[in-house]
């Protein structure tokens, strides 16, 4: 089984910054790919970002620029860094491995003013 916890989620006016935290069971940490997933009211989730064991990420074009996917093996913690937040950010954000396990509760992100 895998646990996976997400945090730091909240508030935040457009063109802010929200920087997410996930705590993952080491195991699947240390020899999988993870990755950030989001998901909009009556849409599907997307993955946002995702970062290899060696430290490669990829983001789509609607995140590239803005979104930066981190892991600390030491910690067995993965970051994701928000910055110019849109209103169309505004998700319920997840992590998991790639490809997904069990999902957690992930955490809320609201791009408002």
């Known amino acids: 089984q895998v646990q996976l916890v997400e945090s730091g989620g909240g508030l935040v006016q457009p063109g802010g910054s929200l920087r997410l935290s996930c705590a993952a069971s080491g195991h699947i940490f240390t020899i999988n790919a993870m990755g950030w997933y989001r998901q909009a009211p009556g849409k599907q989730r997307e993955l946002v970002a995702d970062?290899?064991?060696?430290?490669?990420?990829n983001y789509p074009d609607s995140v590239k620029g803005r979104f930066t996917i981190s892991r600390d093996y030491a910690k067995s913690m993965v970051y994701l860094q928000m910055n110019s937040l849109k209103p169309e950010d505004t998700a319920v954000y997840y992590c998991?491995?790639?490809?997904?396990?069990?999902w957690g509760n992930g955490t809320l992100v609201t791009v408002s003013s």
């Open positions: 998991n491995t790639l490809p997904p396990v069990g």
């Open positions: 970062i290899s064991t060696g430290g490669t990420t």
